[in-house]
């Protein structure tokens, strides 16, 4: 995105055009983004060459999900609804992995059923319902299990997942114990150490650090691991401060560990393929000034993008028309919502704005649309994909009549 001619531009086409032709609000996905965003993860990993499974969290969109398929990736998905959508986009089941640390019988079933790569486990009661299922339908299914390798991500605290006290995985002991189940159990195959330390990691350090804990435990059990599934967690630039996790380091480290362990990888990005294609539009409704500041009222509201409310996550916030002007006072972006957390970003400097005019929040395609909900009864909005000077509704509008 950029401005031309004091106007915000994604792709070929102007915001201002999209809206007027859509309606506010609106999710947009740049494609030249998002194939840049794929061709140099490819690029960077090359060396190692990965099994790179798109989290399909991270965006649910079909018509998204289609187009990484394209570029040859698999899937990562976390639920029953995650795993339907991932083959009806036409990922092969040989590419896709199921994580997630509640997954219950029908969902395992279903999984089996399919075929697919890896049902990573997080539990040893899962994988003693993975047995139960697998001896009825009298088959042998490929497991990872999930470490949990208590190693700090350095991330915001809601979405670390590698730490002791979080949920996700099990500890160094109970994956020793449950390696001695799988070797005693003619319905399992032990195949895969899936680790998955967090989300929006910038530092490299806790890679390193989770690659050594892996790299020691796999020295310490005779057992032969076919694949060490690595997750995603990989983080994107949200402000000029920050940077992209170093990808180029993060492949150093890895073909490091691949010398002493002779393992194909596998990676879940979400947030690193998704998130910088994505920018969502919304109108102002009104203007209220509240003395110190000034509350400008959004049509867009938590429901639609959850990220800031929920963890306080930062998007940058840009006018779609650029003026010199500046404000007087500090501006609070906020929707509709009857919630004081629905607020997006509160800006000490910003240009001057007036009712009606256009705003855009950047770098919201991962976990945006996928996080959204109806809350106050609101409908969701419309999502399209910009591919040079076209633009595709893939996902419209929803109506009244779906909700009422
Ligand atoms: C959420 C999740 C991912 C994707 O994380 P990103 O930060 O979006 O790359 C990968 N693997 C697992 C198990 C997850 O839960």
């Known amino acids: 995105m950029k401005y031309i001619n004091k106007k915000l531009t994604i792709e070929k086409i102007n915001l201002q055009k999209i809206a007027n032709k859509f309606g506010t609000p609106f999710y ?16 960077n990993f090359k060396s190692i060459s990965p099994l790179i499974c798109f989290a399909v969290k991270s965006n649910t969109n079909i018509n998204i999900i289609r187009e990484i398929k394209k570029f040859g990736l698999g899937a990562d998905v976390v639920s029953l609804g995650e795993l339907m959508m991932a083959l009806k986009a036409g990922i092969n089941p040989n590419k896709i992995v199921f994580s997630g640390v ?22 040893l009661s899962e994988i003693k319902e993975i047995n139960r299922l697998a001896k009825i339908k009298s088959r042998k299914i490929r497991i990872g299990v999930r470490l949990n390798p208590n190693t700090d991500a350095k991330t915001l605290s809601q979405i670390s997942t590698g730490k002791k006290e979080n949920k996700f995985g099990v500890n160094k002991d109970t994956f020793y114990e449950i390696i001695n189940y799988c070797k005693n159990s003619k319905n399992i195959d032990l195949k ?13 350090r806790p890679y390193e650090k989770m690659l050594k804990i892996v790299s020691q435990i796999l020295k310490k059990t005779n057992h032969k691991f076919e694949f060490i599934d690595l997750g995603g967690g990989m983080g994107i630039s949200y402000s000029d401060k920050n940077k992209k996790l170093n990808y180029k380091k993060y492949n150093s480290a890895i073909l490091k560990f691949l010398r002493k362990h002779k393992v194909k990888i596998i990676f879940e990005p979400g947030r690193s393929i998704i998130g910088n294609t994505g920018t969502l539009v919304t109108k102002v409704i009104y203007i209220k000034d509240s003395g110190r500041k000034k509350f400008i009222i959004l049509d867009a509201a938590m429901n639609d993008l959850m990220r800031p ?29 009857c919630e004081s957390t629905d607020k997006f970003i509160t800006l000490k400097k910003f240009q001057e704005l007036k009712e009606k005019d256009l705003i855009a929040i950047c770098d919201v395609g991962a976990y945006g649309m996928s996080l959204s909900s109806n809350y106050n009864l609101r409908l969701k909005p419309i999502e399209l994909l910009i591919k040079g000077s076209k633009i595709k509704v893939i996902r419209k509008r929803q109506k009244y009549k779906d909700l009422i």
């Open 309 to 337: 409310a929920l963890y306080g996550a930062f998007h940058k916030t840009l006018a779609v028309t650029k003026s010199e002007k500046k404000s007087k006072k500090p501006y609070e972006f906020v929707g509709p919502i």
């Open 28 to 43: 947009s996905y740049s494609y030249s983004k998002m194939k840049e965003n794929i061709n140099s993860f490819k690029r």
């Open 192 to 204: 895969c150490l899936s680790v998955h330390i967090g989300s929006q990691i910038l530092d490299n």
């Open 102 to 123: 509640g997954k219950k019988s029908n969902e395992i079933s279903f999984a089996i059923d399919k075929k697919i790569l890896l049902i990573n486990a997080e539990s």
